[in-house]
């Protein structure tokens, strides 16, 4: 079994940061993408930051576009998705996924997930 697990959230003032990680462990697999999303109470789950895992080239969602990053750790096996800048509409719990085959932007799209981790902005 492939398990994804996510790390870094918590509770933070408006104007503040956050740095998530999200490791993928267990049995063989592929690693094309690696991707965020997020989910607030109420609302469909979406599509945040994706890196390419061999090439490097990221792509965001507009409305973090400048805000946050996403990169690869020096080990290759972990992404790190860096937050700046935070407001209290990107209160949500954060989700990291794993594309086996090409890169994707869409949730239907990653075929492993981690479990989620709950960030929250105050004003």
């Known amino acids: 079994q492939v398990q994804v697990v996510e790390s870094g959230g918590g509770l933070v003032q408006a104007g503040g940061s956050l740095r998530l990680s999200c490791a993928a462990s267990g049995r063989t697999f592929s690693r094309y993408a690696m991707g965020w999303f997020r989910q607030a109470p109420g609302k469909e789950r979406e599509f945040v930051a994706a890196?390419?895992?061999?090439?490097?080239?990221?792509y965001y969602a507009d409305f973090v576009k400048g805000r946050f990053t996403i990169s690869r750790d020096n080990a290759k096996n972990t992404v790190v998705l860096q937050m700046n800048s935070l407001k209290p509409e990107d209160t949500a719990v954060y989700y990291c996924a794993v594309r086996s085959v090409s890169f994707a932007t869409a949730a239907a799209d990653y075929d492993y997930w981690g479990q989620g981790t709950q960030v929250t902005v105050s004003s």
């Open positions: 890196i390419n895992w061999s090439g490097g080239s990221t």
